[in-house]
T-cell receptor, first 115, second 111 residues
């Protein structure tokens, strides 16, 4: 058990739907991340939050909207997605941003399919 | 540009030793991390090298040569459960400490 949980594990949504992905870390970490993992492509960093403040927005389309209400919870709100957004979305945390970012703890991911 | 290069696939025999290489081209460099990911699972942290040399953790070792922009992960006494994808990752201080992952190396282990 990695200490990072994600719900739901699987999600199928139409292009006009609105849904949210949830991540919770039980490790007392100060930094949280959203990644996108597509087949045959490297892990793509989407957003980083450090102490509940967004410190990285990696040119992600506005149809993805993150929210970090506290240091233990991270959400990714989805709306009007495209089929190419189908992927595994991974949440991760690390002790700190910057110097501590080399050791990240990942959740199991949400497998998203956009129809 | 920035890139990490690692082989897409490697095959080895159970009980043997295998080395997975990673070369990087980034504008800055703090250190090299390695992660393991089983099919359907989450990436898990294996090791981190900030300085040149070999770091050993049980059956797994990781090596870094900063002058060569090169590192490798060495897996010894291979077990079937080591079948997974292995990713190298660099933290680049010149890119707001962005973590850049390689595409991963799929390790196949034969009995």
């Amino acid at each position: 058990e990695t200490g990072v949980t994600q719900t739901p594990r699987h999600l199928v949504m139409g292009m006009t739907n609105k849904k949210s992905l949830k991540c919770e870390q039980h490790l007392g970490h100060n930094a949280m991340y959203w990644y996108k993992q597509s087949a045959k492509k490297p892990l793509e960093l989407m957003f980083v939050y450090s102490l509940e403040e967004r410190v990285e927005n990696n040119s992600v389309p506005s149809r993805f909207s993150p929210e970090c209400p506290n240091s233990s919870h991270l959400f990714l709100h989805l709306h009007t997605l495209q089929p190419e957004d189908s992927a595994l979305y991974l949440c991760a945390s690390s002790q700190t941003w910057g110097g501590g970012a080399y050791e990240q703890y990942f959740g199991p991911g949400t497998r998203l399919t956009v129809t | 540009g920035q890139s990490l290069e690692q082989p897409s696939e490697v095959t080895a025999v159970e009980g043997a030793i295998v080395q997975i290489n990673c070369t990087y081209q980034t504008s800055g460099f703090y250190g090299l991390s390695w992660y393991q990911q089983h099919d359907g699972g989450a990436p898990t942290f294996l090791s981190y090298n900030a300085l040149d040399g070999l770091e050993e953790t049980g059956r797994f070792s990781s090596f870094l040569s900063r002058s060569d922009s090169y590192g490798y992960l060495l897996l010894q006494e291979l077990q079937m459960k080591d079948s997974a994808s292995y990713f190298c990752a660099v933290r680049d201080p010149n890119r707001d400490d962005k973590i850049i992952f390689g595409k991963g190396t799929r390790l196949h282990i034969l009995p």
